[in-house]
């Protein structure tokens, strides 16, 4: 029997290739160039992630901004806190159909939606309950692919089946991840089993709430926030890794199913979508180790600690900080922070909500001190959307399955995109710098 642990060492030094021979062959690592600016690999009109400007080859950094469609999201925010309405449903309309809905077409995506929300006969008794997962990623993302057969045409890559297809995922979305989370609690945390079934009239952000919550009982300023936190999480450009995964995976030709669940194991990760649930053990960690959360001196030497490797994980990351494009600010973390404060003032977590308020601040130096450079750092949406959640009493392991509640609108759009205006198959380029070998006969080797 193979013993895995006792040939790593083999599949370690044969697949290692040193730094200096990306450097020889200048490969874009990470499809970075060596600025930190991205390598254009392709054209977009659903949405646009700026952080920083390039003049006369030098990178400046600039205010983050991001654009849906052509739209800030600091007014769709704005709009949304002004009319007390709900927005992720007309921006999924937004970044799917490219323009603003007139209130008739809302109402009847709605209406639609809220049709679909409901899953298919004994889809939830023998998909989420009969095969329950720790890991509710993993279970949506199995789940996505389970609906295939449930489709009568699930083959078809016309824009218009994929466009259904699309609308059916994002109405769903919210009821999977929900039983998902409950059978889990169910058959792993050995709690009641508590199944609601949907009410067509709610929003995505008050489905979610009401499913997850055994007496279903929720504020109107908690499913305000939480929309407001899916409209910011909803999309952010073709180059992220889950919608380039999308983008990748569809320009192959496959189906729906296929193209989403990639993009689920792309968001998965703790380098993506699944840093939110990181910052979240992090802050647990620096509350537990400072005991006085107000001082600076306390609180920076502590910062120091992690990321030298000396605290917490030992990954030298201070999670929730920089970004691969913003440079100064990330508009999202900046909407969701302000919005957090009143609900943390009204949930008695005013202290926690200013800690981290100051490790925002003090962050930029601590990287200074540590590394030595004067990188711009800037907080990122993941250091704040995990806190808005707690106050939420949303639990950790839900953080990531709703972001890719909201972020499948992005990939849909970005999936229609590609099958519309793509019609290329993404294939780069990999250097091969392994060496000649000849084949030998087993009994000589």
Not at 69 to 84: F, L, T, V
Not at 94 to 120: A, C, H, I, M, Y
Not at 348 to 360: D, Q
Not at 380 to 402: A, C, H, K, Q
Request: glycine fraction near 8%; proline fraction near 4%.
């Amino acid at each position: 029997m193979i013993e895995f642990k006792k040939i790593l060492s083999e599949v370690t030094g044969n697949d290692y290739i040193d730094s200096e021979s990306y450097t020889k062959y200048s490969v874009k690592r990470g499809l970075r160039n060596d600025d930190g600016t991205g390598v254009l690999v392709g054209l977009t009109r659903v949405g646009e992630v700026h952080g920083y400007m390039v003049s006369e080859g030098e990178k400046i950094a600039v205010p983050g901004k991001l654009y849906y469609r052509g739209i800030d999201i600091e007014d769709i925010a704005a709009y949304a806190g002004k009319s007390g309405k709900f927005c992720f449903e007309e921006t999924v309309y937004l970044l799917l159909f490219g323009q603003l809905p007139k209130q008739n077409e809302l109402d009847d995506f709605n209406e639609l939606l809220g049709s679909l929300r409901t899953l298919p006969k004994n889809f939830a008794e023998d998909v989420i309950m009969r095969a329950p997962s720790r890991h509710i990623m993993n279970k949506l993302a199995s789940s996505i692919l389970a609906l295939y057969p449930y489709d009568e045409d699930p083959e078809n890559t016309t824009p218009e089946n994929i466009l259904r297809q699309c609308v059916e995922l994002i109405a769903r979305f919210p009821t999977i991840v929900a039983y998902s989370y409950m059978s889990k609690k169910h058959y792993f945390d050995h709690e009641s089993l508590v199944i609601h079934p949907c009410e067509p009239s709610l929003s995505s952000a008050e489905t979610l709430l009401s499913l997850i919550r055994p007496n279903q009982v929720y504020t109107q300023y908690e499913a305000q926030l939480l929309d407001l936190a899916l409209v910011l999480h909803a999309e952010h450009g073709g180059g992220n890794n889950s919608s380039f995964t999308v983008h990748v995976v569809s320009s192959a030709d496959t189906d729906t199913y296929s193209t989403i669940a990639a993009g689920l194991g792309s968001l998965k990760g703790a380098k993506h979508g699944g840093a939110n649930a990181k910052v979240i053990e992090m802050m647990d960690d620096i509350m537990l180790n400072v005991k006085n959360w107000e001082s600076e001196k306390e609180v920076s030497e502590y910062l120091e600690k992690i990321l030298k490797g000396q605290a917490y994980d030992g990954s030298k990351l201070i999670y929730g900080q920089g970004h691969a494009v913003y440079t100064i600010t990330d508009p999202r973390a900046i909407l969701l922070r302000d919005k957090a404060k009143s609900l943390a003032e009204e949930k008695g977590l005013i202290k926690e909500f200013n800690l981290h308020c100051l490790i925002e601040r003090l962050v930029p130096d601590v990287f200074k001190k540590v590394k030595g450079s004067d990188k711009e750092i800037c907080t990122n949406v993941d250091f704040y959307s995990g806190f808005v959640y707690r106050m939420l009493g949303i639990p950790p392991e839900l953080n990531t399955p709703i972001f890719a509640v909201s972020r499948i609108a992005g990939w849909c759009a970005h999936r229609m995109e590609e099958i519309i205006a793509g019609n290329r198959i993404i294939r780069p380029a990999y250097k091969c710098v392994q060496g000649r070998n000849k084949y030998t006969d087993i009994t000589q080797r």
